[in-house]
Nanobody, 126 residues
Framework: QVQLVESGGGLVQTGGSLRLSCAAS????????MAWFRQAPGKDRDFVAG????????YYADSVKGRFTISRNNAKNTVSLQMNSLKPEDTAVYYC???????????????????WGQGTQVTVSS
């Protein structure tokens, strides 16, 4: 069992930056692919960024490429999402997720993820 706790959300102006962090419990964190998803009101939960168990592979949604960076620290059981050049359309609840069966890959679909955090709100004002 893995518990995920996000932090770092908040209100920021267009063009600003935020850094989200996700702290994971459990001794097998290094075996999991990790990802960030987001969900805006009335919309589906969408993939934002993902990283494989060793950190060698990262994937990003087209809408955030070049602006967001995902990273992980397996020694500290954390995964982070650095978000720069934020836009109003980035406003959403951001969720951290863990996939225990990725086997070195990164899944893009939310159904493939086994554990989820409670979410953190990111609001970008225009």
């Amino acid at each position: 069992q893995v518990q995920l706790v996000e932090s770092g959300g908040g209100l920021v102006q267009t063009g600003g930056s935020l850094r989200l962090s996700c702290a994971a419990s459990g001794r097998t964190f290094a075996n999991y692919a990790m990802a960030w998803f987001r969900q805006a009101p009335g919309k589906d939960r969408d993939f934002v960024a993902g990283i494989n168990w060793g950190g060698a592979r990262t994937y990003y949604a087209d809408s955030v490429k070049g602006r967001f960076t995902i990273s992980r620290n397996n020694a500290k059981n954390t995964v982070s999402l650095q978000m720069n050049s934020l836009k109003p359309e980035d406003t959403a609840v951001y969720y951290c997720a863990a996939d225990r069966t990725a086997w070195g890959n990164v899944a893009l679909m939310s159904d493939d993820y086994d554990y989820w955090g409670q979410g953190t709100q990111v609001t970008v004002s225009s």
